[in-house]
Every structure is written in structure tokens, then in C-alpha cells.
Nanobody
Framework: QLQASGGGLVQAGSSLRLSCAASGRTVSSSSMGWFRQAPGKEREFVAAISWGGNTYYFDSVKGRFTVSRDNAKNTVYLQMNSLKPEDTAVYYC????????????????WGQGTQVTVSS
């Protein structure tokens, strides 16, 4: 089971760190991903970290977001810097099981989302 947290209301240019705590699963042996969904839009890929530590990012967040993992805390993080109003969405974490890191259909065990709202 995954529990996402850390969302909030911030101004443009601010930072937030989202956490995805796992229970019943060891994140060090799992590939994990972050997705987001804005109102009226499809869920879109944000970032992922493979079990081996490789990272993948959506183009619009490259250089601003960083995905990482703390094995001791069994938690995956998404550090979000230089936030923009277009980053506003509900953010979800999930376990990757397929071959494509960018497609939501290759993930399962979705956690409940955490709301991120960026004001201009």
C-alpha cells in the first residue's frame, strides 16, 4: 500500500517535496513512479525511479523535479522546485511493473493522491 503526502498550496517559484511511503513492499527492490492529474485532463507521467536507481522525467519537469528513494524509510520522494501554475494537479505514486516507465497502464498499486496547487 502506498501513501502519498506533502502537497499543499504554494506560490509560483516555490518548492515542495512529496513523499510516497510504502507498506507491505520494499521500495529498494521496486521501480516507482509519480503521475499527476489536473482537472479535466488525463493522468500524465511525471517521474520514475527504477529499482536500479535510473531516473526518468517528463520533459516539462526536467531540471526542476528530482525523484529519489530512501531505502531506510521505505519512501520515495519527489522534490519539486521552481513550481509553476501548470504544475497544479493531484499527484499520485505507483509501483511500476511493466516495460514502459511513461505509461500509467504499466503501473499498479496506486496510492491516494496529494493535491498540489501553485498560484501565480
Amino acid at each position: 500500500q502506498l501513501q502519498a503526502s506533502g502537497g499543499g498550496l504554494v506560490q509560483a517559484g516555490s518548492s515542495l517535496r512529496l513523499s510516497c511511503a510504502a507498506s507491505g513492499r520494499t521500495v529498494s527492490s521496486s521501480s516507482m513512479g509519480w503521475f499527476r492529474q489536473a482537472p479535466g485532463k488525463e493522468r500524465e507521467f511525471v517521474a520514475a525511479i527504477s529499482w536500479g536507481g535510473n531516473t526518468y522525467y517528463f520533459d516539462s519537469v526536467k531540471g526542476r523535479f528530482t525523484v529519489s528513494r530512501d531505502n531506510a524509510k521505505n519512501t520515495v520522494y519527489l522534490q519539486m522546485n521552481s513550481l509553476k501554475p501548470e504544475d497544479t494537479a493531484v499527484y499520485y505514486c505507483a509501483v511500476h511493473y511493466g516495460s514502459n516507465y511513461y505509461e500509467s497502464s504499466h503501473y499498479n498499486n496506486w496510492g491516494q493522491g496529494t493535491q498540489v496547487t501553485v498560484s501565480s
